[in-house]
């Protein structure tokens, strides 16, 4: 691990013990704190013990505290470097700013959301959930706001691979569907936020039905996790202006589409074959160059 130590952290920062959790909220907040200090010093800082921090760079999967120390310090380095770009996506996008500047920082918070929500993506939740797709008649997609562009391109991504999903935008008509569902059927939910109450009671009523329940979402905590079997986490810092929820919008769709390419490659040949049908059939709505 070198550079997607931050995005470790924040993944797994409220799933820690309070002690490991105030480690990584200082390691977190102090670039030079981890890659200069003992780990002696770390942990009188962190006001905890140094077997502490031992456990907490084995939750982070590191062999130990040296490797934190080298982790960081590459982590501090690609942090100088974007400060030195003007690229720093912590402050909000200013009045002041240049169009070139709000361009670059509006690209740079989607590739770090991508980039960060790929490094901390849990392999073994992906795959269960591909399994749980490949095993259900109906999935049921939901999301508002923001998130239900996520859900509708799952919807049609699931429906392209030839899975029987479909996506609601009309909470009534999605509660009326996740009330419907059977055992072995699938309810996924999309909210960065993870308390969006649609969504949650969605979930809750897939739950209640004995479906399955996903959750997509950046807060593995909240109320739509709880309501979850299995939680892919998104990671991605927005600003003031949110820009539509630019960064968590590219989060979430990335996670679609790491459970897409999933999908595809378990069985490729059927779905290689599906897919160019598909594609047929779209293609006398095409104009001709």
């Known amino acids: 691990m070198t550079d997607d130590l931050l995005a470790r952290i924040r993944h797994r920062r409220d799933q820690l013990p309070p002690a490991e959790r105030g480690i990584a909220d200082l390691v977190s907040a102090d670039p030079g704190l981890a890659a200069e200090r003992t780990i002696t010093e770390l942990a009188r800082a962190a006001g905890t013990s140094e077997t502490t921090v031992h456990r ?23 942090l100088r470097a974007d400060d030195r770009a003007d690229l720093d996506l912590s402050r909000d996008l200013g009045p002041e700013d240049a169009p070139a500047q709000l361009v670059r920082k509006v690209g740079r918070a989607s590739a770090r959301a991508a980039e960060e929500t790929a490094a901390g993506l849990d392999l073994d939740v992906l795959a269960a959930l591909g399994e749980g797709v490949r095993r259900a008649r109906r999935i049921l997609v939901v999301g508002v706001g ?41 309810a ?17 009523e897939a739950r209640a039905a004995r479906a399955g329940t996903a959750a997509v979402t950046s807060s593995p905590r909240s109320p739509a996790a709880a309501a979850a079997d299995l939680v892919l986490l998104t990671a991605a810092r927005e600003t003031a202006f ?18 897409y390419v999933t ?10 074959d599906g897919l160019e049908r598909a594609h047929d059939a779209v293609r006398r709505h095409r104009r001709p160059r």
């Open 263 to 272: 999908l595809a490659q378990h069985d490729h040949a059927r779905i290689v």
């Open 146 to 186: 923001s998130s239900a562009l996520a859900a509708l391109d799952a919807s049609q991504k699931l429906q392209r691979l030839g899975h029987g999903a479909v996506f609601a935008g009309d909470v009534h008509a999605a509660l009326m569907i996740a009330a419907l569902l059977e055992p072995g059927d699938l």
């Open 56 to 78: 907490f760079c084995r939750s982070l999967e590191l062999r130990g505290y040296a490797q934190l120390r080298l982790a960081r310090a590459a982590e501090a380095e690609r």
């Open 242 to 259: 949110r820009s539509g929820g630019t960064a968590s919008r590219t989060a979430q769709l990335t996670v679609v589409d790491a459970l």
């Open 188 to 204: 996924i939910g999309f909210s960065h936020s993870g308390r969006a109450r649609e969504v949650v009671e969605v979930l809750e």
